[in-house]
């Protein structure tokens, strides 16, 4: 019966601990996101791809995202963006 309670008590706290870790951004805040453009099948930077950022929501059910995009952006030469 103890290691019954102890793995409960295990499952309660990772669950705490997950929906714990996000952090609320304020609306009107200005964000940065920044990375590359990377063709997986030959390994090799895409350039002049179109980047879009969606808003997402979470509750407890999972994850939904707001009707179009936020914003986007075109990688450079080198796939940067």
Request: proline content about 1%.
């Amino acid at each position: 019966m103890k290691q019954y309670e102890l793995i409960i008590l295990f499952v309660f706290l990772m669950l705490v601990l997950l929906t714990a870790c996000r952090k609320d951004v304020a609306k009107g805040q200005i964000i940065q996101a920044n990375g590359f453009v990377i063709d997986s099948v030959k390994n090799k930077r895409l350039s002049d791809v179109t980047i879009y950022l969606y808003g997402a929501h979470s509750n407890f059910y999972g994850v939904y995202y707001d009707f179009g995009p936020l914003d986007s952006a075109i990688s450079d030469i080198d796939g940067n963006f």
